[in-house]
């Protein structure tokens, strides 16, 4: 697109947020995004955080170079899961502090590639994670890539507890990890309460979502 303001109205129109959800999510007062949606605002101060809670990349919406990372790979389903799909191996049920319960009673399968050949995913309830993560959307997770510092973890704890956090760093056999929702405090636990950190790739839509029993039977 030629203008942020075009660019902008794009990303905005498929992200699916209101004004409020997107002033909420950027720190903003909602006349600040009112400007935004009417086109009357031609560049914008906090474009990092405008970009994270749009899902799309901060350099395409600033300056309109490179992809913008609304387009998601599609895979055509007839009656068999295509080669890589990621399974959906159940649903992760938010509770307090970024912990959740596993329900894995849901299954069936994303129209999303991996090359990650044991990538599996979980379908996000509850708003613990809002605006990165919004209630029934899903996180892909590839466990056989190492994640670094910064990246979005999937941390499973010895006690069988779950969270999807931030890394911040292993040091000292200890992991730092900040919380998505700013609202919740960084926390440190040591390494040897850690049974697995994995990374998060990828946030997918609920549209993407296959039910398999619905599709075959």
Known sequence: ???????????????????????????????????????????????????????????????GQGDSGLDVPQFEFMGAVKSRAVKVKGEAVMGANGAFEMDESLSGYLKFYSDDPVAFSL???G????????????????????????????????????????LEYLRN????????????????????LVDKVMYVSAIVKSSRYIDVNSVTN
């Open 1 to 63: 697109m030629n203008t942020f303001n075009d660019r902008f109205k794009i990303a905005f129109n498929k992200s699916g947020l209101s004004q409020h959800d997107l002033a909420r999510a950027v720190n903003v007062s909602q006349p600040a995004i009112r400007k935004l949606v009417a086109g009357d605002t031609k560049s914008f101060r906090k474009i990092s955080e405008l970009a994270q809670a749009l899902k799309v990349n901060v350099e395409w919406l600033s300056s």
């Open 123 to 125: 379908r996000v309830k």
């Open 127 to 166: 708003d613990s994670m809002f605006p990165r993560i919004n209630s029934g959307e899903f996180v892909v997770i590839e466990p056989e890539l190492v994640p670094a510092s910064g990246d979005e973890v999937f941390v499973k704890l010895k006690d069988g507890r779950y969270m999807i956090k931030k």
């Open 173 to 192: 056999r200890e992991y730092r990890f900040t919380s998505i929702n700013q609202d919740h405090p960084p926390i440190t636990i040591s390494s040897e």
